[in-house]
């Protein structure tokens, strides 16, 4: 049991100084294994990070009482999921991993991953967060992913072909109706004229009555036509504006950022290299230097509309747009994060949403414009397309923004 726990403990302290290195843009291989070894939690941090906040600290003091305090682990995971309960992250701007969080993370793995499924219930705090970390920090091969189970997510029956059925039935209701009131109006009207046209026999002249009946019945049909026509167009208009709102129209994409660097000409600006599988490389620009640096974008995997007509922003080329969620005051913004075991270049799905994507967007007809409105990510966090989830042959696509537009 204590070689165990002792091979832990350097487990623990290889990754952290793996990842604290990858985190701040340092080369790992300068720290030395012998020296991971022979450093406790504190000193190995204090080599790597050279920070004085008071909240670091106590995150790398809890971390040293972890491993230092046998017995009271669960004691240590109890506050720590109470304190997970009401953020994303330890400490930072809403979602983005700070040192913190990596060095808690490292020292607690090895812990929880030994916990049965029953134990592990009792924090479901520490695993959301551990979750979210080990997807988009790199801890090194020295850490396995620990397994979450999540609850599996049952998208609603979309309404949309309900409503084209009663959309549908009340069109033919109304032809239907228009056509049973002209034969009602052509009965009426045709007794009223033999009621005014009797005479007696000596005065009626049979050849000229006929006629009149006639062209009365030819009045009565050619009015009644253009009210048919009219009803036969009215669907057909709003079929077209739908199919304009229809997110089937969309070349959504997982993607894998292969590099990242800074825009030349603009501070607010980042430059992506994506790989879609199949030697497929896309360039795209995204607005994203305010809220991460280039390193923490490369090795991400992202959602991005892949068939948006290619274009310079600042006279960068880029061909795609990487979809972020976003709270409502735009403070926090984050790309989508497609689940593990997503494939590469694989075509996010919507339930119900079944047509063919158009080669490239036309911007005069502003499709992103109708269709935006309706993205959103739902109070777990899924991404949704007017409550749909986006949906990728490993489960849907998701943010640790819940509540939130996706643009």
Same mark, same amino acid.
């Given at each position: 049991m204590a070689a165990a726990a002792a091979e832990d403990s350097a487990g623990a302290k290889r990754a952290m100084a793996y990842a604290l290195c990858k985190h701040l843009g340092l080369d790992p291989s300068t720290i030395s294994s012998t020296g991971i070894e022979e450093s406790d939690i504190a000193t190995l941090f204090s080599h790597i990070v050279k920070s004085t906040q008071d909240e670091v600290k106590k995150w790398v003091e809890f971390s040293s009482n972890f491993v230092g305090k046998c017995g009271e682990q669960h004691v240590l995971l109890s506050n720590l999921n109470q304190d997970l309960s009401q953020k994303s992250v330890l400490l930072g701007n809403g979602f983005k991993p700070s040192v913190a969080d990596i060095v808690v993370f490292a020292t607690v793995h090895f812990f929880v991953g030994h916990l049965g499924e029953n134990e592990l219930q009792k924090y479901p705090h520490i695993l959301r967060w551990m979750d979210y970390l080990q997807n988009i920090v790199d801890f090194g091969t020295t850490v396995q992913k620990i397994n979450v189970n999540k609850s599996v997510f049952k998208p609603p029956a979309h309404p949309k072909k309900a409503d084209k059925g009663d959309a549908d039935s009340s069109s033919k209701k109304v032809v239907s109706g228009q056509k049973n009131a002209g034969k009602l109006d052509a009965s009426v009207d045709s007794k009223k004229a033999a009621v005014e046209n009797k005479a007696p026999e000596s005065k009626v002249n049979p050849t000229s009555a006929k006629p009149s009946g006639d062209k009365k019945k030819t009045q009565d049909k050619s009015a009644g036509k253009p009210n048919e026509v009219v009803a036969d167009k009215a669907p057909q208009k709003t079929s077209e504006k739908d199919s304009e709102c229809n997110v089937s129209i969309l070349n959504i994409q997982v993607g894998l950022i292969r590099k990242a660097w800074k825009h030349p000409s603009a501070d607010s600006l980042l430059v992506e290299?994506? $790989? %879609?599988?199949?030697?497929?490389?896309?360039? #795209?620009?995204? *607005?994203?230097?305010? $809220?991460?640096? &280039? =390193?923490?974008? #490369?090795?991400?995997? !992202? !959602?991005?509309?892949? @068939? #948006?007509?290619? *274009?310079?922003? /600042?006279?960068?080329?880029?061909?795609?747009?990487? %979809?972020?969620?976003?709270?409502?005051?735009?403070?926090?913004?984050?790309?989508?994060? +497609?689940?593990?075991?997503?494939?590469?270049?694989?075509?996010?799905?919507? =339930?119900?949403?079944?047509?063919? &994507?158009?080669? !490239?967007?036309? +911007?005069?007809?502003?499709? %992103?414009?109708?269709?935006? +409105?309706? %993205?959103?990510?739902?109070?777990?966090?899924?991404?949704?397309? /007017?409550?749909?989830?986006?949906?990728?042959?490993?489960?849907?696509?998701?943010?640790?923004?819940? @509540?939130?537009?996706?643009k």
């Open positions: 290299e994506i $790989y %879609l599988g199949d030697g497929n490389v896309r360039q #795209v620009v995204s *607005g994203l230097a305010k $809220y991460f640096s &280039p =390193e923490e974008l #490369v090795n991400r995997s !992202v !959602v991005l509309i892949t @068939n #948006v007509k290619p *274009g310079k922003l /600042r006279d960068v080329m880029s061909a795609g747009l990487v %979809l972020c969620a976003s709270n409502q005051d735009h403070t926090v913004v984050e790309p989508l994060i +497609p689940p593990e075991g997503a494939k590469l270049g694989e075509r996010i799905s919507f =339930e119900g949403f079944d047509g063919k &994507p158009e080669d !490239v967007l036309n +911007p005069k007809k502003k499709q %992103l414009d109708k269709i935006t +409105p309706d %993205l959103h990510t739902d109070v777990n966090g899924i991404a949704t397309f /007017r409550g749909i989830p986006f949906t990728t042959s490993a489960g849907p696509c998701r943010s640790s923004v819940p @509540n939130a537009s996706i």
